[in-house]
């Protein structure tokens, strides 16, 4: 699987042991030199998604995962330095080079985006004092719920059952559950201040569409859009590892 990367570096797909399987956990990556995870101390995160911006409906709780995702980083060990020297480099590259996110046509320029990254991984290395670049981007994923009394949604290392909003609890009989679902992972990519990828990877979260039963029964838009912050950090820990080895990481059967 080919990522484009500051340097345009092929990822290695790497292995994983655990002991709980799930068919949809996702295949981890790791750079040319994993031992680069060793020397990984202090970290500063992406204010900007590595891809394409989030949807306009996750834009407000990327903040919040961001929290999370500190706060995972500093219990393990690791120092999450300010982002605002982030925000000044990437402003000024930008400020260079153009933006590489064509806002009109839902592109990204993969040129641009390669030297606005270069450029401002540069501007940061001056600084001093930083070992990597974690980007934090929230992915929407389509999914489907499975069959049965029990239904669940399964992707990216996580089972969900489906949720209701409206008046009642209840679903009737014939309600169509043969529809994909809007759902959340977080995708965590890793790069060393030199501008070396060494680690992807995607952890699901939650799903953002409810079964509304106001009227007729349909999927809807969640009044309650990431509010598990259990779900959140589950999927934190899926992302993370093996950068941060979880104990229970699942595998696939």
């Known amino acids: ?50 891809g394409k911006p989030s949807r306009s409906y996750l834009d407000d709780h990327e903040a919040k995962v961001d929290r999370h995702i500190v706060k995972y980083l500093e219990a393990n060990g690791f120092t999450v330095l300010d982002s605002a020297i982030y925000k000044e480099s990437y402003a000024e590259a930008i400020r260079e080079h153009g933006n590489p996110y064509d806002e009109t046509t839902g592109r990204i320029d993969s040129n641009t985006r390669q030297r ?9 290395e001056d600084h001093g004092g930083i070992d990597a670049i974690i980007f934090t981007d929230l992915l929407e994923r389509q999914v489907m719920f499975t069959s049965g009394q029990k239904r669940v949604a399964r992707w990216d290392g996580v089972s969900r059952p489906p949720r209701t909003q409206g008046p009642g609890s209840g679903v009737t009989a014939d309600f169509n559950w043969a529809k994909f679902v809007d759902a959340v992972s977080i995708a965590i990519y890793v790069f060393s201040i030199e501008g070396k990828p060494v680690f992807y990877s995607v952890g699901g979260m939650s799903l953002t569409e409810s079964v509304d039963t106001k009227g007729t029964a349909k999927f809807a838009r969640s009044k309650s859009v990431l509010s598990s912050d259990s779900q959140i950090e589950e999927g934190i820990k899926l992302a993370f590892h ?6 229970n990481y699942p595998e696939k059967p």
């Open 116 to 124: 606005v990254l270069v450029d401002m991984r540069q501007k940061m």
């Open 1 to 50: 699987m080919r990522l484009l990367t500051i340097l345009t570096v092929l990822f290695l797909s790497a292995c994983s042991t655990t002991n709980t399987p799930n068919a949809t956990v996702f295949p981890y990556q790791l750079g040319d030199e994993p031992d680069k995870l060793k020397e990984i101390k202090n970290v500063i995160i992406g204010s900007h998604n590595y």
């Open 242 to 247: 093996p950068f941060i080895p979880l104990e």
